[in-house]
C-alpha cells in the first residue's frame, strides 16, 4: 500500500510553546489529507480536512486558530499546534487519500506523533 | 455514512482463523465496506476494502453477504502479531470525508 510518513514521531514541549507536526505522502500525490487525534483508550477523532491550496474545514469543536493547518504541496501537509497546553497531549496522526487506489480513494495513515505538553 | 457495529473484543488462538463480524445494516448502493486496524501506538493499517463482491489479498479475505447489510474479515493464519484493534467502517464511494472510527473490535492473539 501507499506509504505516509510523519515527523517528529514524539515531541515534548513546554507549555505556551508551538509545536508543527509533518505528514508526508512518500509515493503518491495526496490532494487531501486529513488530521486526527487520538485520546487514551478513545478511538481517533477527525480534526480536520486539508486541502492543497486551499483552506483547511475544520470539525465542530476544533479551534481552527489553535491547529493551523497548512497543505501547500501534493505530498505535504502541516499542523501546528500553537500555544499548546498540557490538554493538548495527544496522539496526532494524518491520513491521505490516494487517488489511484480505485472504485473509491483509500486513506492510509502515518504512524502518528505523540505530544507531550508539560 | 452508515453506521457499524462490532463486538467489543473476541480471542483467537494462535494459528488459527480469527473470523471479525461487521453490521452495517444501513449501507447504501455507493457505500464500501472498509478494514482497518491499529496495533497499539501506531496509526491504523489499510486491510482491505470491498463493495459487493469478497475480496482476498495478502493480508486478509473479506466476505460481504449478498444483502450487504453485514461482512466478516478473515485473518487466515492469526499471529501474535495480528493482536490490535480492528475497525470496520463504510464509506461512500469517492471517500472525500474523514473517517468515522467506532470503538472497533479489540482482538487477542492467544499463544
Known amino acids: 500500500g501507499a506509504v505516509v510518513s510523519q515527523h517528529p514521531s514524539r515531541v515534548i514541549c513546554k507549555s505556551g510553546t508551538s509545536v508543527k507536526i509533518e505528514c508526508r505522502s512518500l509515493?503518491?500525490?495526496?490532494?487531501?489529507m486529513f488530521w486526527y487525534r487520538q485520546f487514551p483508550k478513545q478511538s481517533l477523532m477527525l480534526m480536520a480536512t486539508?486541502?492543497?491550496?486551499?483552506?483547511?474545514?475544520?470539525e465542530q469543536g476544533v479551534e481552527k486558530d489553535k491547529f493551523l493547518i497548512n497543505h501547500a504541496s501534493l505530498t505535504l501537509s502541516t499542523l501546528t499546534v500553537t500555544s499548546a497546553h498540557p490538554e493538548d497531549s495527544s496522539f496526532y496522526i494524518c491520513?491521505?487519500?490516494?487517488?489511484?487506489?480505485?472504485?473509491?480513494?483509500?486513506?492510509?495513515f502515518g504512524p502518528g506523533t505523540r505530544l507531550t505538553v508539560l | 455514512d452508515a453506521k457499524t457495529t462490532q463486538p467489543t473484543s473476541m480471542d483467537c488462538a494462535e494459528g488459527r482463523a480469527a473470523n471479525l463480524p461487521c453490521n452495517h445494516s444501513?449501507?447504501?448502493?455507493?457505500?464500501?465496506v472498509y478494514w482497518y486496524r491499529q496495533i497499539h501506538s501506531q496509526g491504523p493499517q489499510y486491510i482491505i476494502h470491498?463493495?459487493?463482491n469478497n475480496e482476498t489479498n495478502e493480508m486478509a479475505s473479506l466476505i460481504i453477504t449478498e444483502d450487504r447489510k453485514s461482512s466478516t474479515l478473515i485473518l487466515p493464519h492469526a499471529t501474535l502479531r495480528d493482536t490490535a484493534v480492528y475497525y470496520c467502517?463504510?464509506?461512500?464511494?469517492?471517500?472525500?470525508?474523514?473517517?468515522?472510527f467506532g470503538k472497533g473490535t479489540h482482538l487477542i492473539i492467544q499463544p
Open positions: 491520513s491521505a487519500r490516494d487517488p489511484a487506489s480505485g472504485g473509491t480513494d483509500t486513506q492510509y
Open positions: 509515493d503518491f500525490q495526496a490532494t487531501t
Open positions: 486539508s486541502n492543497e491550496g486551499s483552506k483547511a474545514t475544520y
Open positions: 444501513t449501507i447504501s448502493g455507493n457505500e464500501y
Open positions: 470491498g463493495l459487493k
Open positions: 467502517i463504510v464509506i461512500s464511494g469517492g471517500g472525500a470525508d474523514g473517517l468515522t
